[in-house]
């Protein structure tokens, strides 16, 4: 490496694995500066990309999460979830350079959701989004190590589902604002199908709102409706087949009077969200946990709850790991008596 002067710029210039690389600077200070900026990269084997490209300033978090965004989370199923988190994390570090991220920076985020009264499987959901964009940096050399992001623990949580009963009530309530809200913002005769469907599949509702007219079909061999969800439009990048319940079709065909393409995709956060404050309000109900999620759940736990197979709910949920299936298999009937039911036919 050496450091020449030409004309009225200062030339640095370095030989790596057979190939030279020069750049001119304005001062010998920014030349010097550069020079031993390489010299500890090659020191620490750290990536040398952005600094020959002569992209050598350091990207803000915003900037890295940006690049995240469009190379990793664009198009898949919780493209909306990264958008909203991506707001979230810039509101709170603002225009922090990547590099300057400590773990301490970490720790106070942590606390700062904790304060929020978040629970920690929903911070370690944002979290594992902070992980990735980092870990995204890390490898185009954008920042020189990986801050310790933690991941709590969430056992003993409670199981939150609806039985047939308290799904009636649910509906009731849904009909009564459907007349309220008539003509207005709010549709919630739309609502109450997409509810229906949502239970009846269980699948998330932003894997609902990507789902195709095409994608619902006709199987032949079994007689029954089904829909294919494809890996880009899971969380888990598992592709799946649901069966369809008569109300399911029912909601879905319904559905698409309203949008012919994409029944569902009306659907986004924010309506789901407003929808169901009112569901929330009406019920006089300000349990933290009584959110839409909860079809979900609830799907999931019938199956259980009726003798279906827990190989069999963890493909129909698309669970990635058994480990999340299991959790409800303190639902399931007992076992024994199953087996006797079984052999008495």
């Given at each position: 490496?050496?450091?020449?002067?030409?004309?009225?710029?200062?030339?640095?210039?370095?030989?790596?694995?057979?190939?030279?690389?020069?750049?001119?600077?304005?001062?010998?200070?920014?030349?010097?500066?550069?020079?031993?900026?390489?010299?500890?990269?090659?020191?620490?084997?750290?990536?040398?990309?952005?600094?020959?490209?002569g992209d050598s300033k350091d990207k803000s978090l915003?900037?890295?999460?940006?690049?995240?965004?469009?190379?990793?989370?664009?198009?898949?199923?919780?493209?909306?979830?990264?958008?909203?988190?991506?707001?979230?994390?810039?509101?709170?570090?603002?225009?922090?350079?990547?590099?300057?991220?400590?773990?301490?920076?970490?720790?106070?985020?942590?606390?700062?959701?904790?304060?929020?009264?978040?629970?920690?499987?929903?911070?370690?959901?944002?979290?594992?989004?902070?992980?990735?964009?980092?870990?995204?940096?890390?490898?185009?050399?954008?920042?020189?190590?990986?801050?310790?992001?933690?991941?709590?623990?969430?056992?003993?949580?409670?199981?939150?589902?609806?039985?047939?009963?308290?799904?009636?009530?649910?509906?009731?309530?849904?009909?009564?604002?459907?007349?309220?809200?008539?003509?207005?913002?709010?549709?919630?005769?739309?609502?109450?199908?997409?509810?229906?469907?949502?239970?009846?599949?269980?699948?998330?509702?932003?894997?609902?709102?990507?789902?195709?007219?095409?994608?619902?079909?006709?199987?032949?061999?079994?007689?029954?409706?089904?829909?294919?969800?494809?890996?880009?439009?899971?969380?888990?990048?598992?592709?799946?087949?649901?069966?369809?319940?008569?109300?399911?079709?029912?909601?879905?065909?319904?559905?698409?009077?309203?949008?012919?393409?994409?029944?569902?995709?009306?659907?986004?956060?924010?309506?789901?969200?407003?929808?169901?404050?009112?569901?929330?309000?009406?019920?006089?109900?300000?349990?933290?946990?009584?959110?839409?999620?909860?079809?979900?759940?609830?799907?999931?736990?019938?199956?259980?709850?009726?003798?279906?197979?827990?190989?069999?709910?963890?493909?129909?949920?698309?669970?990635?790991?058994?480990?999340?299936?299991?959790?409800?298999?303190?639902?399931?009937?007992?076992?024994?008596?199953?087996?006797?039911?079984?052999?008495?036919?």
């Amino acid at each position: 490496m050496s450091i020449r002067q030409i004309n009225s710029s200062y030339q640095a210039d370095f030989m790596k694995n057979g190939t030279r690389h020069r750049r001119s600077f304005d001062t010998e200070v920014e030349a010097n500066a550069w020079e031993a900026e390489m010299k500890r990269r090659i020191a620490l084997n750290i990536s040398l990309n952005d600094i020959i490209s002569g992209d050598s300033k350091d990207k803000s978090l915003s900037d890295v999460l940006d690049e995240t965004f469009v190379n990793v989370w664009e198009g898949q199923a919780q493209e909306q979830d990264c958008l909203y988190e991506i707001k979230k994390f810039n509101e709170y570090f603002g225009d922090i350079p990547a590099r300057n991220i400590k773990t301490t920076h970490i720790d106070k985020f942590v606390k700062h959701l904790k304060n929020l009264g978040l629970k920690p499987a929903t911070v370690n959901c944002k979290l594992a989004k902070l992980r990735k964009a980092l870990n995204f940096a890390l490898v185009r050399g954008w920042i020189d190590a990986m801050p310790h992001i933690p991941r709590f623990k969430t056992k003993n949580q409670r199981l939150i589902f609806w039985s047939d009963e308290e799904e009636q009530t649910i509906i009731q309530v849904l009909l009564k604002l459907a007349n309220r809200y008539h003509n207005t913002a709010k549709d919630f005769s739309r609502f109450i199908k997409f509810f229906g469907w949502s239970i009846d599949t269980g699948l998330r509702p932003e894997e609902s709102r990507q789902i195709q007219r095409k994608q619902v079909r006709h199987d032949k061999v079994k007689n029954v409706w089904v829909v294919d969800i494809y890996e880009h439009q899971t969380k888990t990048g598992i592709a799946r087949t649901v069966p369809l319940t008569k109300r399911a079709h029912k909601h879905w065909e319904m559905s698409c009077k309203y949008d012919i393409e994409y029944p569902f995709r009306w659907w986004d956060n924010q309506r789901v969200r407003r929808h169901w404050d009112c569901v929330r309000e009406e019920m006089n109900n300000d349990d933290k946990d009584f959110v839409f999620y909860i079809t979900r759940h609830s799907c999931a736990s019938r199956l259980v709850q009726r003798g279906v197979p827990i190989t069999v709910v963890q493909k129909w949920m698309g669970h990635a790991d058994i480990k999340t299936t299991m959790i409800y298999a303190k639902l399931a009937p007992d076992g024994l008596m199953v087996g006797l039911e079984a052999l008495q036919q």
